[in-house]
């Protein structure tokens, strides 16, 4: 399994910045996508993070407010814009093989606080 | 749409009994179904899947789960249960019929279920 790592590990901020978080994978990988966990809770789907084009957003989620880039098939961001204290979740980045059968593997999170 | 229910919030167990986490789906077409366990303060682990064979299908840390189409369900089991399984376990489904091959072909989680083993 690829291994997966996520910067910053957690962050508090104010109310109406903005954080972009980072996900590294030691290898290529052919599927991204970024999570939302909040606290004790499952993990909701935000996008699917495409390399070379615009990401794909889940129902209730908006390139506004979380822009996604994948400038190639190691790396991966999501920036948080504009945020409130709604947005206080883990976000997990995920990759995944390209086609159904693959498991997704999961980085640590990035723990979010904003107040 | 898919969607994954994990009835139990929380499921209590003796050290040394067999242990099961229940899971149900829903989807229009075929499920490919997962478990994964996530320990306190870490990241979620890959237990075992489901994508065509054998209805039981064994995983790590001796987990296995039984797929059972006509109760749409995917049960996560262990005939003994260890202190250290103590953990958060969710059941994700995909559904095969609506994967793209690209665009928005994420895993659909249940609630997740507390898993707590008793010494």
């Known amino acids: 399994s690829a291994v997966i790592s996520q910067k910053p590990s957690r962050d508090i901020c104010q109310r109406g910045t903005s954080l972009t978080i980072q996900c590294q994978v030691d290898?290529?990988?052919?599927?991204m996508f970024w999570y939302r966990q909040q606290p004790g809770q499952s993990l909701t789907l935000i996008a699917t993070a495409n390399q070379g084009s615009e990401a794909t957003y889940e129902s209730g989620f908006v390139i506004d407010k979380f822009p996604i880039s994948r400038p190639n098939l190691t790396f991966s961001t999501l920036t948080v814009s504009n945020m409130s204290p709604e947005d206080s979740s883990i976000y997990l980045c995920?990759?995944?093989?390209?086609?159904?059968?693959?498991?997704?593997?999961f980085g640590p999170g990035t723990r979010l606080t904003v107040t | 749409a898919q969607s994954v229910a994990q009835p139990e919030d929380q499921v209590n167990v003796a050290e040394g009994n067999p242990l099961t986490v229940k899971c149900t789906y829903s989807v229009s077409g075929n499920p490919y179904l997962f478990w994964y366990v996530q320990y306190p303060n870490r990241g979620l682990q890959f237990l075992l899947k489901y994508i065509t064979g054998d209805n039981l299908v064994k995983g790590s840390y001796g987990f296995e789960a039984e797929f059972n189409k006509s109760q749409t369900s995917f049960h996560l089991k262990k005939p003994s249960a260890l202190v250290s399984d103590s953990a958060l376990y969710f059941c994700?489904?995909?559904?095969?019929?609506?994967?793209?091959?690209?665009?928005?072909?994420?895993?659909?989680f249940g609630k997740g279920t507390h898993l707590i083993i008793q010494p």
């Open positions: 994700a489904v995909r559904d095969y019929s609506t994967y793209s091959g690209g665009g928005a072909d994420g895993l659909t």
């Open positions: 995920s990759v995944a093989g390209g086609g159904p059968r693959y498991e997704q593997y």
């Open positions: 290898s290529q990988v052919t599927m």
